[in-house]
């Protein structure tokens, strides 16, 4: 009797296929425990392994393989390019911060070397419409070079308006260089940025992503927005260069917030360009030509501040906790997000806690449902503290603006979530000044007048199944 090979190889194959992909799932549990993450994120990687094991296969070689040890970032020549800001910096008229946060300034220039830079006049915009005039109005000025770091440039009539721009500029002898993100602009056609290099428009993917060589680049993106034009006019803020910026959504405005800054801090927008562009290009430019002498503009004093994922600190993250733990009267935080880290999540409360006027405002729409469920999964954490937490409905609110205590605010591309915090390239400018702060105060009680209170005895009222489907996705929180 012949033994039926046919039947049992099949088997034996199926067998050794489950053999081997459930020791390839153990493995790469372990490595995460062993890569001595955040207990929360390890957790929740653990759980997406085990639970869904193929999506968890595929996003964690993606998204969750740490780059730390990979050295991505380059910093050869970092000392070389601080050059021409530090001295720039040592060059201006004694100037100090508010004595409340001389320990702020001093953990910022100590992590991440942001000098902070007195005499700057700063311009903030609201709507869409308004920076992009006065960024259009301020490119058309440039006669030496033009600097732009987005997040998204999008080839729409708002992307072709600027790309036209430059084009006359170009024309007219204006160095420009542009730095995209590659995944913030995967959907954006090829022939746009070729259309740039055709104009003499020295343009840059920023970490491009190349399956399956460099997956772990996918999940550090550079969230940054940032212009500067001759050195002596800079833009920082939470607006991309896309047409829904301006316009917003059928069912509402998009209101965000940007910076126009004038004076030293300048320099800091600069050196976070250069310090991308030689990333990118691998050209470390330090020319004097790139950092003129500036004259005051105004009197706020501004720390341009960075973090990256490459770092050993979380340098904005840790700002924020130790700007929440100094208010004494109030913090007011706009985000499109709230994904808070452990850390930030217990300033929050203890600020409140405490007796500090602590307010949250959110969007009661989002771009995104699946963060926005896990925003509302944290509400009640914050409410039972007494955080005063507001719905924006007016449209789709994208704002990263903080102020506090009528001395402090910070506008940039910083979202409170565990992306911006851990994964992304950010930037923002930390304003040491009353009249801006009273400024962004009163940008915050104008938006709270569109807003809808949450009330912790209606919010705990809520259908379960909601609460369910929140639950679940915070325990994604650290992935998303």
Request: hydrophobic residues 45%.
């Amino acid at each position: 009797m012949m033994f039926d090979w046919s039947f049992l190889i099949p088997q034996i194959a199926a067998w050794a296929f489950k053999l081997v992909y459930l020791a390839v799932v153990v493995g790469t549990i372990v490595v995460v425990i062993l890569d001595n993450r955040n207990p929360v994120k390890t957790l929740a990687w653990v759980l997406v392994l085990m639970f869904l094991p193929v999506v968890g296969l595929v996003l964690y070689f993606f998204l969750g393989r740490s780059g730390r040890r990979e050295h991505i970032i380059s910093r050869k020549g970092y000392n070389h390019l601080m050059k021409k800001p530090m001295a720039e910096y040592l060059a201006q008229e004694a100037t100090s911060g508010p004595v409340a946060y001389e320990r702020l300034i001093s953990f910022f220039r100590k992590t991440v070397q942001a000098l902070p830079f007195g005499g700057n006049r700063v311009e903030t915009f609201t709507a869409g419409q308004q920076w992009m005039e006065a960024l259009l109005r301020e490119l058309r000025l440039a006669r030496h070079h033009i600097h732009i770091e987005s997040y998204i440039f999008e080839d729409d009539a708002v992307g072709r308006a600027v790309l036209e721009v430059l084009k006359e500029c170009v024309r007219a002898g204006v160095e420009v260089r542009v730095i995209y993100d590659d995944v913030g602009c995967w959907h954006v056609p090829d022939r746009f940025f070729e259309e740039m290099r055709e104009a003499g428009i020295e343009v840059r993917s920023f970490l491009k992503v190349r399956f399956p060589l460099f997956t772990s680049k996918v999940n550090y993106r550079n969230h940054r927005k940032v212009v500067v034009v001759d050195g002596r006019v800079g833009f920082v803020g939470g607006m991309n260069l896309a047409q829904r910026y301006m316009e917003g959504y059928t069912w509402g405005i998009w209101r965000d917030t940007h910076l126009l800054i004038e004076g030293g801090a300048v320099h800091g927008l600069q050196t976070t360009f250069l310090l991308d562009w030689y990333l990118v290009d691998r050209s470390l430019i330090t020319s004097s030509v790139y950092y003129p002498k500036l004259e005051g503009k105004g009197n706020a004093l501004i720390q341009v501040v960075t973090s990256e994922p490459v770092g050993p600190w979380k340098e904005i993250m840790q700002g924020l906790v130790m700007a929440i733990g100094q208010a004494r009267r109030y913090f007011y935080i706009q985000t499109p997000y709230f994904l808070p880290t452990e850390t930030v999540l217990i300033a929050l409360q203890t600020a409140a806690l405490s007796g500090v006027d602590v307010r949250l405002m959110l969007p009661f729409r989002a771009d995104n449902r699946l963060t926005h469920w896990g925003s509302c999964s944290y509400l009640a954490d914050v409410l039972q503290a007494g955080v005063k937490v507001y719905f924006y409905k007016k449209g789709f609110l994208h704002s990263k603006l903080m102020v506090s205590d009528d001395t402090l605010s910070t506008v940039g591309s910083t979202n409170v979530d565990f992306r911006s915090f851990e994964h992304n390239f950010e930037v923002n400018a930390f304003i040491y000044d009353d009249k801006t702060a009273l400024q962004m105060r009163d940008i915050f009680l104008q938006d709270q007048r569109d807003c809808q209170q949450v009330l912790l005895k209606s919010w705990v009222k809520r259908p379960w199944y909601r609460k369910a489907v929140e639950s679940v996705v915070r325990l994604l929180a650290p992935l998303l």
